[in-house]
Nanobody
Framework: QVQLAESGGGSVQAGGSLRLACAAS????????MAWYRQAPGKERELVAR?????????YTDSVKGRFTISRDNPRNTKVYLQMNSLKPEDTAVYLC?????????WGQGTQVTVSS
């Protein structure tokens, strides 16, 4: 089985920054991509950013372009980061890590990000 563990969430004021991390552990999997999603109360889960493992292709949802940056750790580690700058109250949500593997999709438990105005 594969486990994903997110860290780095917290509470900040608008304009502040946070850096999230997601590390995979357990059995080795062939990684196709890793991504960050978020889900705010009463809203659907949405893709925030995604990075492909081969080729490093990156996509962002429009609302975070220019403010958030997704990156991966060195090739030996199945780990991904999300640097979040210029945070806004509307960024408040549970942020979840997702791993798209050759044999399946895996989710972390999520980490809360709260941005106050």
């Amino acid at each position: 089985q594969v486990q994903l563990a997110e860290s780095g969430g917290g509470s900040v004021q608008a304009g502040g920054s946070l850096r999230l991390a997601c590390a995979a552990s357990g059995r080795a999997v062939g990684v196709v991509a890793m991504a960050w999603y978020r889900q705010a109360p009463g809203k659907e889960r949405e893709l925030v950013a995604r990075i492909r493992w081969a080729g490093h292709e990156i996509i962002y949802t429009d609302s975070v372009k220019g403010r958030f940056t997704i990156s991966r750790d060195n090739p030996r580690n199945t780990k991904v980061y999300l640097q979040m700058n210029s945070l806004k109250p509307e960024d408040t949500a549970v942020y979840l890590c997702r791993l798209d593997g050759i044999s399946g999709v895996y989710w972390g438990q999520g980490t809360q990000v709260t941005v106050s105005s």
